[in-house]
């Protein structure tokens, strides 16, 4: 048999090449006369242009005498493919972040392999797309085979690594407490204050998430940006204000009238009135009361009755008595 490999750019073997001629030469019968040599296939020793496809062919010279004998010789033209698939794309290195303990779902293109016969590829894989990857470095492999056994692979690396913020040291007068979250690979970050400290919060949060971008970020947004404050001791903050309060009579209270009126007053104005619905401490530091006749042009009723009141708010949570310098 002739064995002969297959022609990657053609698909076919070509040029395939034995001694035809020496061969119907050689033919001989015992009458002396020389026989008759037919080829089949016919077209099998034109060099030049004929082409052998994949498999194997049987090409056979029959030599026939006068009397109708004949002999034979035959053998094989054995076309294989020798050539491994082609790549034609492979995906590159992957790299995904992830919290600490958490695992990523990675999905890549496939990769796409051809071959020169023209025949299925057999793919087989060692990870899918879609896999999730622990933390650490993975290699993925593809490696694709035709019917000939010729193999051609795609190799790439899938890498999982934690976020990684750069760490800052936790407040003063406090302590910072974060966990990883499994859902979403990220680490939350809260700041909190020893007893009698607090966070300056109109300036900052007390809450910092550890990112895709391996940067800290203040929830909510607005609220700066890490690294976190200290606390700072709390500072009582106190707020006056005045008011008045015009109401008309038929006539000027006096007397135990007067302290009842004012008395009533008071009491209205500290559970129903701007103190009641305060978080903050609220006391009333003064009140008083005038009445005096209403002129005729605008009277309505004869007096009207002034309360006068001074209103003091206490805070417990205000600013902070140091500048909170950042960590």
């Known amino acids: 048999d002739i064995v002969v490999s297959i022609d990657p750019a053609l698909n076919v073997a070509k040029d395939v090449f034995w001694f035809s001629k020496e061969i119907r030469k050689s033919?001989?019968?015992?009458?002396?006369?020389?026989?008759?040599?037919?080829?089949?296939?016919?077209?099998?020793?034109?060099?030049?242009?004929?082409?052998?496809?994949?498999?194997?062919?049987?090409?056979?010279?029959?030599?026939?005498?006068?009397?109708?004998?004949?002999?034979e010789c035959s053998f094989n033209i054995v076309v294989e493919d020798v050539?491994?698939?082609?790549?034609?794309?492979?995906?590159?290195?992957?790299?995904?972040?992830?919290?600490?303990?958490?695992?990523?779902?990675?999905?890549?293109?496939?990769?796409?392999?051809?071959?020169?016969?023209?025949l299925t590829i057999n793919i087989t894989t060692s990870h899918k797309s879609g896999t999730r990857f622990t933390r650490g470095k993975h290699v993925v492999k593809y490696e694709a085979t035709d019917d000939y056994g010729n193999k051609a692979t795609c190799n790439f690396t899938v890498k999982i690594v934690p976020y990684n913020c750069k760490a800052y040291d936790p407040p003063q007068n406090g302590a910072l407490i974060c966990k990883a979250s499994q859902r979403t690979g990220t680490t939350l970050c809260q700041v909190e204050c020893n007893g009698g400290y607090v966070i300056p919060k109109k300036k900052h949060a007390n809450t910092y998430i550890c990112g895709k971008n391996n940067k800290w970020a203040a929830l909510p947004k607005n609220k700066g940006s890490a690294p976190w404050p200290n606390c700072g001791r709390k500072e009582k903050s106190t707020r006056t204000r005045t008011g008045e309060l015009i109401v008309t009579a038929n006539n000027c209270p006096t007397g135990k009238a007067l302290e009842a009126l004012l008395a009533s007053f008071k009491k209205v104005l500290i559970d129903e009135g701007v103190c009641s619905k305060r978080k903050e401490k609220c006391k009333l530091s003064d009140a008083d009361i005038d009445c005096g006749p209403v002129p005729e042009k605008k009277r309505a009723a004869r007096f009207a009755i002034k309360f006068k009141f001074e209103i003091i708010s206490v805070s417990g949570e205000g600013e902070t008595t140091d500048d909170n310098t950042d960590v």
């Open 27 to 71: 033919a001989k019968d015992n009458s002396g006369e020389i026989p008759v040599v037919r080829l089949n296939p016919q077209d099998a020793d034109e060099v030049e242009t004929k082409t052998w496809q994949l498999g194997k062919h049987l090409v056979t010279y029959a030599a026939t005498d006068a009397a109708g004998n004949i002999g």
């Open 83 to 118: 050539d491994a698939p082609q790549v034609l794309f492979c995906p590159n290195k992957q790299q995904r972040l992830v919290g600490r303990n958490g695992a990523k779902k990675v999905e890549w293109k496939e990769p796409e392999f051809i071959d020169n016969s023209g």
